[in-house]
């Protein structure tokens, strides 16, 4: 036995998978589709093809009608859920939203933000089934630390949400502009000015006194 037409592409089993008849006598065999993938609103058709193992000729067809009703559904993700950066700024996050049920769907958009400075692309989005949608998300953080945010996709049946971080990283001191130097070598210091102070005045004097020597 094997199915024919649109079941036969999702994957169908047969339970027994074969029979052996005398003649004149019936056997129940149970049918079992898989899972069909956006499968529309309508009716499709599970139909059955029985062939004889013994003579490729003898065969028969049975026919059933499925209908499938109109089955909302949405799966939120960010496109890359976390982000660090060296300083505050704004940057974009990618929001894709995806229709997993059987029917166009107007999905109504929500978002936190905690305490970014941020707003909604647009206050809905119009997905087709099967399909997904991409928004972009521009947040821009007040200062250094990390700032959690979601963002949600609803259309009164079904929702999701999903997460994203922003890592701003804390400010480091420049080596040589904003280290402070060591108490320690506070007295180096000192004689080292002192003695390139003295150096200068004494080249000073002495290309003077040269200068004055030749006249």
Known sequence: MSAIGYFAVSGTTFTPSSVSLAPGATQQVNVTTDPVPYALPQAYELTVLATSQTDGSVQDIARETVIFTAEPGVDVEWLVPSKTIPFP???????????????????????????????????????????????????????????????????????????????????????????????????????????????????????????????
């Open 89 to 215: 700024a704004p940057v974009t996050f990618v929001l894709v939203v995806t229709n997993t049920g059987n029917i166009a769907t107007e999905y109504d958009l929500s978002a936190t933000f905690g305490a970014l400075v941020a707003a909604l692309p647009q206050p809905s989005v119009t997905i087709p089934a099967g399909f997904a949608g991409a928004l972009s998300f521009v947040v821009t953080p007040p200062s250094d630390g990390t700032f959690p945010f979601d963002a949600t996709a609803d259309d009164g049946t079904v929702s999701d949400t999903d997460s994203a971080t922003l890592v701003v990283e804390e400010p480091t001191a420049v080596d040589g502009l904003r280290s402070q130097p060591n108490v320690a070598d506070m007295p180096q210091l000192y004689i080292a000015t002192m003695l390139l102070l003295i150096s200068s005045v004494l080249l000073v004097l002495w290309r003077k006194r040269r200068y004055f020597g030749r006249k």
